[in-house]
């Protein structure tokens, strides 16, 4: 009885190995021929030179007013308690100047996308937002950031992980320096 016991066990083994084998052939088979929908390239072919771009420009965040450029899309019964406002989530719409005054400079571009407060001791904000640039060379090219963003802190670091059009695989980081300018809040 043992020996019938071991001679099913090396058949199940080698039954299984069979199908180990195969499996990696079949793998390898597919890793040799890429399928026509998609191409693998050298990095330095796709990509070209590395450049590093820097950027100066002014964010306008208007919330309140005749024309607001953020508007409050989700909040909880619980945010009306939150001295951070916790639980509040705004899309904006916000103007990219070449100065700081809104009404006289020219507009380079606009940031898009949402923020949540999602801070419950200290206003913070996360926010995912997307830089569309649309003046000369950089028309259509954006940039985008997922960030926290501490609010109340002067200067502040984000990380920008990818852009289009000219920023194309961009990385690195932008800086914001908060403003107070003609009594209102220029970022």
């Given amino acids: 009885m043992g020996a019938a016991v071991g001679h099913v066990h090396v058949v199940l083994m080698l039954q299984y190995l069979s ?48 024309d607001p450029t953020s508007v409050s899309v989700d909040q909880p019964a619980s945010t009306n308690k939150s001295s951070t406002m916790f639980g509040l989530v705004v899309i904006v719409d916000d103007p990219l100047t070449e100065g700081p005054d809104l009404a006289t400079s020219r507009l380079v571009g606009r940031a898009q996308g949402p923020y949540g407060f999602a801070g419950q001791k200290k206003l913070a904000l996360i926010m995912a937002l997307t830089y569309v640039f649309t003046d000369e060379k950089f028309n259509g090219s954006t940039l985008s950031i997922l960030a926290r963003n501490p609010v109340m802190n002067p200067v502040r670091e984000f990380p920008i992980v990818g852009g289009t059009g000219l920023f194309r695989f961009a990385r690195g980081f932008a800086i914001l320096i908060k403003l107070l300018y003609f009594g209102m809040d220029l970022q």
């Fill in 19 to 66: 199908l180990v084998i195969v499996m990696v052939l079949l793998v390898t088979q597919t890793l040799a021929h890429e399928p026509d929908w998609g191409q693998t390239l050298p990095y330095e072919e796709m990509m070209g030179k590395a450049k590093v771009t820097r950027l100066h420009f002014y964010f306008h965040g208007i919330a309140s007013g005749k």
